[in-house]
C-alpha cells in the first residue's frame, strides 16, 4: 500500500524550521512504516540526516522530499532544510549533510541559497578561512542544464567551499542535466551507502537491496513527469492586438479525471512535440524518409516519430558536435574537385545547423544515438484551482526568431500556438512550486510585479484571492511594448479593479512613447506607497524575465528602500534580505 506522506500545512503554527523538521521526519517515518507511524521508533534512535535544498522553481525542493522518503527506509531520521533556514554556524553543527541545490542566472545560486552562498564565499577568504565544518559529512548533488555555460555552478560551489571548510565529502559530486533521474538515482544511493544506514531493527522488513533507491513517491501512483496527463486542450487564444510585435497565447486544459491538483503560483511540465516541417528538414539533411528504425527511450520507432517526440532538435550535444568534427577530419573530407563542405559554425544554434555542415551524414541510429531526449517545458499557471475548477491556464509567449540567416522557433511555445488544439490532447504534469505562493495570511497586501508573460502566476493569485475572498489589498504592476495591443487581460484586470479586488495597477508600456518606461520606473514614482505596503507587511514578487528585467527590478526595490525608508544601500540590502529569509520576497524568473 502507497500511503502519502502527511505534511505540515503552511499555515500551521510552525516556525519554519519547525515546520522542515517535520515534514522530514514523517518523510522518513511513513516511507519507513508505510503508514503506520505508531510503530516508529522515537527519531533520537535513528542517524541524524539534514537535507539541505537551494531551489528556484521547486526541483530540488521536491528533490529532498524524496531523499528524505528513501532516507528514513534506510533508517536515517531525516530533516528537510530550506537553505534560507540556515547559516554556517548551524551548519556546522550538522553530521550528515546532503545538500541538493540548482543553478539561475548565468551561474548564481537561487534565491533561497543566495544569502548562504554568500556567507560561504566570504568564509574561504584566506583572512577568514578556518575549519568551521570540521564535522560534518557531506555530499552535494547539483541540478543544472548543460544548456547553460556555467552548467551546475552553484553546486560546484558549494561542494569546493565545503571541503575548504573542512568538511568531509563522502561521494563526489553529481552535476545533472534536465533529465536528471538516473543521476540522481545513483547520486542519492551512492550518498546514503556512503553514510552508513542506522539501527538495523528500523531499517529491515521490506527495505530496497542495494543500489535499488527509488525516489518515486507521488509519481508512481498518478500522473506526473514520468507519466504525463493526456490533458484535453480547450483554448488557445491569441491575447495580443493587432499592430503587436509579440505572440502571446491563452491556453487552457481540462484536467477532469486526471487526479491532478496544483496551487496558484504552481507551474506546468508540457510536453512538446518537434515541428513537423522541421523535422522533415532534419530528415532531408540525412537522406532518409523517416521509416528507418531507430532505437528510443520509448522502443523502436520510425524515425519520423521519434524525431517528432522523442529528441530535442534544438542546442546540440557536445557528442553530435564531436562526432561531426570527427566527420569533417581530411580522412572524411570530400573529394578534391568537390565542393568544399559548409564549415562548421563554432556555435551551430540547432542541430540542422550541424548537420548540414557535416559532409558525411550519419546513420539514422548513429545520429539518434547523439540527440538529447527532448524535454518539458514550465510554465506559470495562470488559474487558481478555486477559480477554474477543472481546468488549468497558461498564458505562453511565442520564441520567433532568425538566426545565421534562418527562421528559428521555440519548440514548445510554438507547438502550444500551431498545434496543440489540432492535436487534441497534450502531456501535462504539475510542477509545485512551495516558494511561490499567495500569503498564507490572506489579509496581508501583495505587490506584484509582472510585465509580459510575468502576468501569469498572478492572474492565479488575483482569482485566487477573489474566490476566497480574501481581504488583503493587491497592487500590480504590469508593463509591455504597446497599450494598444499587448494590455494582457486588460478587461479582466479591470474588472477586478471595479470589484474591489486589484487595489492599484499601475501599467508601464515601453513603446508608446519615445523613451522607455518599465515597471521599475513605475515603482520607483511610487516609491512612497510601496514602501508603506512593505511596512504594512506586504508580500513582494517578481515573475518574468530573468536576464534583465528580475535585476533591474530588484535594483529598484533597493532604492524604493533607500528613499523612502530614509536608509543607506547596506540598510535597504538587509531590509530586502530580511524581506527574503521571511519569505515576503520571492521570484519566478525564467
Ligand atoms: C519556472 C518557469 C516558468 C515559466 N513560465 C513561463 C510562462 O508563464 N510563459 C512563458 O511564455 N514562458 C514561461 N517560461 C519559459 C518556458 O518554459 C520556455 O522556456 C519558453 O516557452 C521557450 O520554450 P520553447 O520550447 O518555445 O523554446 P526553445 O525551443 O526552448 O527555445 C528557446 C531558446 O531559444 C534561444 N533563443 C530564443 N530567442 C532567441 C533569439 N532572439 N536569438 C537567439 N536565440 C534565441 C535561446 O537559447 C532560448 O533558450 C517559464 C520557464 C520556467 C523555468
Ligand atoms: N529561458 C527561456 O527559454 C525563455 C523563453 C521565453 C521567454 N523568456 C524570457 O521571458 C521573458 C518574457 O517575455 P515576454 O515577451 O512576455 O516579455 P518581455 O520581453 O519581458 O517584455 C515585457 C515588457 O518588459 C519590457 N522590458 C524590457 N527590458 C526590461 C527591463 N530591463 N526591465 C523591465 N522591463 C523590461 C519590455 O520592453 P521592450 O520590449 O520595449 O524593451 C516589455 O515592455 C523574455 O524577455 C525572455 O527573456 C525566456
Ligand atoms: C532563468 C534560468 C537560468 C538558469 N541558469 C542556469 C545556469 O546558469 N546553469 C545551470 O547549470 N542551470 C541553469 N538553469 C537550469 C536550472 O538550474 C534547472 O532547470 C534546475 O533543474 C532547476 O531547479 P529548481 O527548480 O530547484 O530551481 C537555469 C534555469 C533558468 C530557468
Request: hydrophobic share 40%; aromatic share 8%; net charge neutral.
Amino acid at each position: 500500500m502507497n500511503v502519502p506522506v502527511p505534511l505540515i500545512p503552511d499555515n500551521a503554527p510552525f516556525t519554519p524550521e519547525q515546520r522542515a523538521w517535520l515534514n522530514g521526519f514523517f518523510a522518513g517515518a511513513f516511507s519507513r512504516t508505510a503508514g503506520a507511524p505508531a510503530a516508529v521508533a522515537a527519531p533520537q534512535a535513528l542517524a541524524p540526516l539534514t537535507i539541505l535544498f537551494g531551489s528556484q522553481t521547486g526541483t530540488a525542493e521536491n528533490l529532498a522530499k524524496k531523499v528524505a522518503k528513501e532516507a528514513g527506509k534506510r533508517g536515517f531520521a531525516p530533516m528537510i532544510l530550506d537553505m534560507a533556514q540556515t547559516d554556517l554556524a548551524k551548519l556546522g553543527a550538522e553530521k550528515n549533510l546532503l545538500i541538493i541545490t540548482s543553478t539561475y542566472g548565468d551561474g548564481e545560486p537561487p534565491d533561497n541559497a543566495k544569502a548562504l552562498h554568500t556567507a560561504l564565499k566570504a568564509a574561504i577568504e584566506p583572512s577568514a578561512l578556518s575549519p568551521q565544518l570540521s564535522a560534518v559529512r557531506y555530499s552535494v548533488c547539483s541540478l543544472g542544464d548543460t544548456n547553460y555555460a556555467q552548467f551546475c555552478q552553484c553546486g560546484k560551489d558549494l561542494d569546493a567551499w565545503f571541503e575548504k571548510l573542512g568538511a568531509t565529502r563522502i561521494t563526489p559530486r553529481t552535476d545533472c542535466d534536465l533529465d536528471y533521474d538516473a543521476a540522481f538515482i545513483a547520486w542519492l544511493d551512492a550518498a546514503l551507502k556512503a553514510l552508513g544506514t542506522g539501527p538495523a531493527s528500523v531499517t529491515g522488513g521490506g527495505d530496497p537491496g542495494p543500489g535499488s533507491a527509488s525516489p518515486a513517491t507521488a509519481e508512481e501512483t498518478g500522473y506526473s513527469k514520468k507519466n504525463p496527463f493526456p490533458a484535453p486542450v480547450l483554448t488557445v487564444r491569441n491575447l495580443n492586438g493587432a499592430g503587436s510585435a509579440k505572440e502571446v497565447n491563452h491556453v487552457e486544459f481540462s484536467l477532469e479525471g486526471s487526479g491532478l491538483a496544483y496551487e496558484a503560483g504552481d507551474a506546468l511540465g508540457v510536453i512538446p512535440h518537434n515541428c513537423p516541417a522541421q523535422v522533415g528538414e532534419v530528415l532531408t539533411a540525412l537522406g532518409c524518409d523517416g521509416e528507418e528504425a531507430v532505437p528510443t527511450p520509448a522502443g523502436e520507432l520510425p524515425l519520423r516519430r521519434a524525431l517528432t517526440e522523442c529528441f530535442d532538435l534544438g542546442k546540440p550535444s557536445a557528442e553530435l558536435i564531436a562526432f561531426v568534427g570527427g566527420a569533417l577530419r581530411p580522412d572524411a573530407a570530400p573529394e578534391s574537385g568537390h565542393k568544399a563542405p559548409p564549415t562548421l559554425n563554432a556555435t551551430p544554434h540547432h542541430v540542422i545547423d550541424v548537420l548540414l555542415a557535416a559532409p558525411a551524414k550519419p546513420s539514422p541510429a548513429e545520429f539518434v544515438a547523439k540527440l538529447k531526449k527532448i524535454q518539458p517545458r514550465l510554465y506559470s499557471i495562470s488559474s487558481s484551482p478555486k477559480a477554474h475548477t477543472g481546468q488549468v491556464h497558461l498564458t505562453v509567449g511565442a520564441v520567433r526568431y532568425d538566426k545565421d540567416g534562418r527562421a528559428r522557433k521555440g519548440v514548445c511555445s510554438t507547438f502550444l500556438a500551431e498545434r496543440a488544439l489540432a492535436a487534441g490532447k497534450v502531456g501535462v504534469f504539475v510542477h509545485s512550486n512551495k516558494a511561490f505562493r499567495p500569503p498564507v495570511n490572506s489579509d496581508l497586501p501583495m505587490i506584484m510585479v509582472g510585465p509580459g508573460t510575468g502576468i501569469a502566476p498572478f492572474r492565479a493569485f488575483l482569482a485566487e484571492r477573489r474566490a476566497t475572498n480574501a481581504k488583503g489589498k493587491n497592487w500590480l504592476f504590469f508593463g509591455d511594448q504597446k497599450s494598444s495591443c499587448d494590455f494582457l487581460y486588460q478587461d479582466e484586470l479591470r474588472e477586478l479593479q471595479t470589484a474591489g479586488y486589484l487595489a492599484r495597477l499601475d501599467v508601464a508600456f515601453s513603446r508608446d512613447q519615445a523613451e522607455k518606461i518599465y515597471v521599475q520606473h513605475r515603482m520607483l514614482e511610487h516609491a512612497v506607497e510601496l514602501y508603506a505596503w512593505l511596512e504594512s507587511g506586504a508580500h513582494f514578487y517578481v515573475c518574468g524575465d530573468a536576464s534583465r528585467m528580475a535585476k533591474d527590478v530588484d535594483a529598484a526595490l533597493h532604492q524604493v528602500i533607500q528613499q523612502a525608508g530614509n536608509k543607506s544601500p547596506e540598510e535597504a540590502a538587509a531590509y530586502v534580505q530580511a524581506l527574503k529569509a521571511a519569505k515576503r520576497y520571492a521570484r519566478d524568473v525564467y
